[in-house]
């Protein structure tokens, strides 16, 4: 459940004229997620093909395995709750996923999606049985109706013919747990009158000896080992904060498990670690360095909210979240900032520096308001004293006034004076 495969657009810009699903069918990427989408990766190509033919394919040149998923295929990726591990899935290598039918081939992966190899070339039906210990595939629209097995997980294949005649095989199916060695051959008879056929292939016949060794996994005389999904970054093999570990046959062991196997699953808490956290809203990472930390996008306020009890704290993130579901403990912390709340003195005083323009532009229009109102009651109030103390100051200035006058006409007079003299 902590792995997810989807489907992604890929330097997609949408042009005048162009189809838009056209655009988008021709610019499809797989990607995949081992934590609940905390993370989001390509999935890396096989080595070599079906062939043994090196593949040239690498993440480093944009090169990638691309998968059909639920749409736009015959044959849907495919796993099974009893198969740990096992996926199998049509796809194409490349930049992106190509359409044309030539290019799509099988691919398998045994841990999860973390690896993938390429088992056979063009489309194929498929199914899996025994808890994954063995698979059966047939090519799609194949004139003859054989039937390719494996019991070591696609390692090797062996091929047989079902049936004689122009026959093909439609679908395989087995019973809804794959815990059986059954399959039923959904199949059709290319005659002058075409019909379906039911055949059920029973792999019992083929007398493959029992497993054995299940209450000692991993010992080299057991047929059984641990084996616990991850997504190749720890090497403690942790998810979401846990490691699960489940009991799997070895691959090389060519043995039946039954329907008498019980699952096993054992939880481990582990360390919490960078892969544990995500970067909170308002905060992201280089895309071309995922270890980068998480940087904030826009301003971060410290400032308390408005429900905030004086004695009580209040949090701002620190740019990271622990992933949805992760239950992981102790190691690396990235808790919120935790900061506490103002007192209501310090509240107070606050929020008169907090008021918004509009209240504020309000207070300053009242407080002249009230001011004028009351300049004019105080002159109403006082008016005769008032006028008084303006009368005297009148008075006094036209006072003063006139002995200046008089002051400068006497200097005149005296300075004609002596310039007679």
């Known amino acids: 459940s902590e792995m997810c495969i989807r489907d992604s657009s890929w330097g997609m810009q949408t042009q005048k004229g162009k189809d838009l699903k056209k655009l988008i069918r021709n610019n499809i990427k797989t990607v995949m997620t081992f934590n609940k989408g905390g993370s989001w990766r390509y999935l890396r190509a096989p080595k070599v093909s079906a062939t043994n033919k090196k593949i040239k394919c690498k993440l480093e040149d944009q090169c990638s395995l691309n998968l059909f998923l639920y749409t736009d295929t015959e044959v849907p990726i495919y796993s099974q709750k009893y198969a740990y591990g096992l996926i199998l899935a049509s796809g194409t290598l490349g930049r992106t996923r190509s359409n044309k039918q030539s290019e799509r081939n099988m691919y398998l992966s045994r841990d999860a999606g973390l690896t993938w190899i390429e088992i056979s070339k063009g489309l194929h039906v498929y199914d899996i049985a025994d808890h994954g210990g063995l698979i059966a595939m047939s090519k799609l629209n194949a004139d003859d109706a054989s039937i390719s097995y ?246 006094t200035y036209s006072s003063k006034y006139k002995d200046t006058k008089n002051a400068k006409v006497n200097e005149n007079s005296n300075a004609q004076q002596n310039l007679k003299h």
């Open 150 to 395: 494996s019991w070591n997980e696609g390692a090797t294949w062996s091929k047989i013919n079902v049936t004689e005649g122009e026959v093909t095989i439609e679908d395989i199916f087995t019973e809804p747990q794959s815990i059986s060695q059954h399959f039923v051959l959904h199949l059709v008879q290319n005659d002058e009158h075409p019909h379906s056929l039911v055949c059920r292939l029973n792999f019992e016949e083929f007398h493959q000896r029992p497993c054995k060794g299940v209450d000692d996994p991993d010992d080299s005389s057991s047929d059984f080992e641990y084996w616990s999904p991850y997504d190749g970054r720890e090497e403690k093999q942790c998810l979401l904060g846990k490691r699960v570990s489940y009991i799997k046959r070895k691959r090389d062991r060519e043995c039946y498990i039954g329907d008498q196997f019980s699952s096993f699953e054992a939880i481990e808490i582990c360390t919490c670690s960078e892969e544990d956290y995500e970067c909170d809203f308002g905060f992201y990472k280089n895309e071309e360095n995922p270890l980068s930390p998480c940087v904030s996008a826009m301003n971060i306020s410290y400032d308390p909210p408005e429900n905030c009890p004086s004695g009580s704290n209040y949090t701002v993130s620190s740019g990271y979240r622990k992933i949805t579901g992760d239950i992981c403990k102790g190691g690396i912390t990235h808790n919120p900032i935790v900061l506490p709340c103002p007192s209501e003195i310090t509240q107070a005083f606050s929020s008169l520096f907090t008021l918004s323009l509009e209240k504020l532009m309000w207070l300053v229009l009242t407080c002249a308001i009230i001011l004028f109102l009351a300049t004019v009651a105080y002159m109403h109030k006082n008016s005769k004293e008032i006028r008084r103390h303006f009368q005297e100051m009148t008075d």
